[in-house]
């Protein structure tokens, strides 16, 4: 004969944990930077880094080592700048399901070039358009947007969802 323990039963308090997965996906729309969407899940206090990278209006504008900011310029395959967004998000969700956001919003772009002298010789290089702004806002995690409005007139939209 087998002895039968009970065990005390176990409660759900609530359909996932806070520092669970949750699923965001992050759109922007800019009439300079172009648009972009990417769908991702990260979990409550850490942070995920999108990169878009596409070609701008008139096309990719030629650059050479020797102009200025070279290396922080985003390039294709054939030296040419392009156009690039980053986002770096970072949500920490609190206890009610808020999340508190931190967005880091980075964009180059060439529009047209400009001459650039150095060392005597004048060179044509890339006119870089760079909007770098940092936002802090809070958003519930049940589905719902949140969309916000850069100073260049992008719009950044979040959604969140466990």
Request: glycine share 6%.
């Amino acid at each position: 004969m087998t002895a039968a323990h009970a065990t005390t039963p176990i409660t759900v308090t609530s359909q996932s944990a806070l520092d669970g997965p949750i699923c965001y996906t992050v759109r922007v729309t800019s009439k300079q930077f172009g648009n972009s969407q990417e769908t991702r899940t990260i979990r409550s206090g850490e942070s995920d880094d999108f990169t878009w990278k596409t070609v701008p209006p008139g096309g990719p504008v030629l650059a050479t080592d020797a102009c200025p900011n070279y290396a922080s310029l985003p390039l294709d395959t054939n030296g040419a700048m392009i156009r690039q967004t980053q986002i770096r998000f970072a949500p920490v969700v609190a206890s009610d399901g808020t999340a508190s956001v931190q967005l880091s919003f980075q964009a180059q772009m060439p529009r047209g070039v400009k001459d650039v002298t150095k060392s005597g010789k004048t060179l044509k290089c890339p006119n870089d358009v760079t909007v770098s702004q940092i936002l802090r806002f809070t958003m519930p995690v049940n589905g719902s947007t949140k969309t916000l409005t850069l100073s260049d007139g992008t719009e950044v939209a979040v959604s969140a969802k466990r």
